[in-house]
């Protein structure tokens, strides 16, 4: 056998190899983020239980304390995995999901609903930076916006299934005995994340060849974020990242309420159906638009195209007036969301070299952590002091600033770091 013959099949083995690591990571972040959209349409109706006037305040405080740890704890896990490597991490943040959950089965007082939140968010800040750069550990960057693509997928189908069960399993029936109306879907995310814990530990291998020297300097998250947005471009990313991921998670936290708003039959038992109509279209469009689309434009401009779509998608939802209007308009915002995260993800990696990808993807969660504790206090405040559909409006004036400020930047391939 000639010798290009044997390099041929190593390089089969090989891509057979990663894309079986890439499917078991697949269903791995699949399984953590259905436990997470489990609890998605509960949360605002445990705060109109409470009959304050500040519902969107409360709100917006169990999702930004959960943002707030994801926030702090990203780049220390992105930083830490780059050093021990990308699979004690991922179980570390999955059997903590699986705790979290749990927790937030059994508690009822709003400040431990808060700290259940925040222990979430701590060990989610684990997993999904983790998972993004075991995708750029095994994959070419050529097929990075790609895999990226699936791995939004997960978050989409999670979003689509996870909200479908909470909704479902808040009925009536599944109601458990002297426990909590949350009980129910948090102890089934408990058992998902813990099955999902198992399967890693068993099948999922290290993707870091190369780990970092333990006795090299660590440097803090601000350090980190100067050092990589010397890079303009990178810069740039980290910025629309942060503003997209701020007025995105103000729609879903006020969102529930919104609809409520308008059509006082949504509830926790129906409000599900409507995000997973949301979720469906993003994995369909993950699954089968987004390799086309970027091939054609390109990742940066895949990524001003997705702007526009979520700005004009932000100022039709504020002038919705009925569920099936508010339905029509959420289409350009579900459009844009889609096409953005992976092709920004993969834009962002392409741009680091492969010693920075922990560092640099970690980053990048914690901006969108950062966003992510803003956007839900942002859009609460404005729900309870100016109107219900003030978020949205003043959310697409936010983003038709960033389309303009970013329409003459030239989105061209810079050096890596």
Do not use: H
């Not at 050093?83 to 979290?100: E, H, Q």
């Amino acid at each position: 056998m000639s010798e290009d013959s044997n390099d041929t099949q190593t390089n089969i083995v090989s891509d057979n190899s990663d894309s079986t690591k890439f499917n078991l990571l697949f269903l791995a972040v699949l399984i953590d983020l259905l436990g997470f959209g489990i609890i998605i349409p509960i949360l605002p109706f445990l705060v109109k239980d409470l009959n304050s006037n500040q519902e969107g305040l409360l709100v917006a405080l169990l999702l930004s304390t959960y943002s707030l740890a994801q926030f702090i704890s990203s780049p220390i896990w992105g930083r830490l995995s780059d050093k021990i490597g990308r699979r004690p991490v991922i179980l570390i943040g999955l059997i903590g999901s699986s705790i979290s959950f749990a927790y937030f089965g059994i508690v009822e007082e709003y400040i431990l609903l808060l700290s259940s939140r925040i222990l979430a968010g701590i060990f989610t800040g684990a997993t999904l930076p983790t998972a993004r750069a075991y995708v750029a550990d095994i994959t070419p960057p050529k097929d990075r916006a790609r895999r990226y693509g699936l791995l939004g997928a997960a978050f989409g189908i999670g979003f689509t299934f996870g909200p479908a069960i909470g909704s479902l399993l808040s009925l009536d029936i599944f109601l458990i005995p002297n426990f909590p109306k949350q009980a129910s879907a948090s102890f089934f995310a408990a058992i998902l994340c813990m099955g999902n814990f198992i399967l890693a530990y068993y099948k999922l291998p290290e993707s870091l060849i190369d780990k970092e020297d333990d006795s090299s300097p660590s440097l803090s998250t601000i350090k980190q974020f100067k050092i990589l947005s010397k890079n303009k471009m990178i810069l740039i990313l980290f910025t629309i990242f942060f503003i997209t991921t701020l007025i995105f998670s103000s729609f879903e936290s006020i969102l529930p309420l919104f609809a409520n708003n308008i059509d006082d039959r949504i509830n926790e038992q129906n409000i599900g159906y409507f995000f997973a109509a949301i979720g469906v279209l993003i994995a369909i469009i993950q699954t089968t638009l987004v390799g086309p689309i970027v091939d054609f434009f390109g990742e940066d401009k895949t990524i001003y195209l997705a702007l526009i779509l979520q700005t004009l998608s932000f100022f039709l939802i504020s002038i919705a007036t009925s569920v099936t209007l508010l339905g029509i308009t959420i289409i350009p915002l579900t459009l844009g969301t889609a096409l953005l995260n992976p092709s920004l993800t993969s834009s962002l990696s392409n741009k680091l070299d492969k010693t920075n990808q922990g560092i640099g993807l970690g980053l990048n969660s914690s901006i969108g952590s950062l966003g992510r504790v803003i956007g839900p206090l942002y859009g609460g405040l404005l729900y309870d002091n100016l109107s219900p559909g003030s978020p949205f409006s003043i959310g697409s004036i936010i983003l038709l600033i960033l389309v303009i400020t970013t329409y003459n930047q030239t989105f061209v391939k810079q050096d890596k770091l």
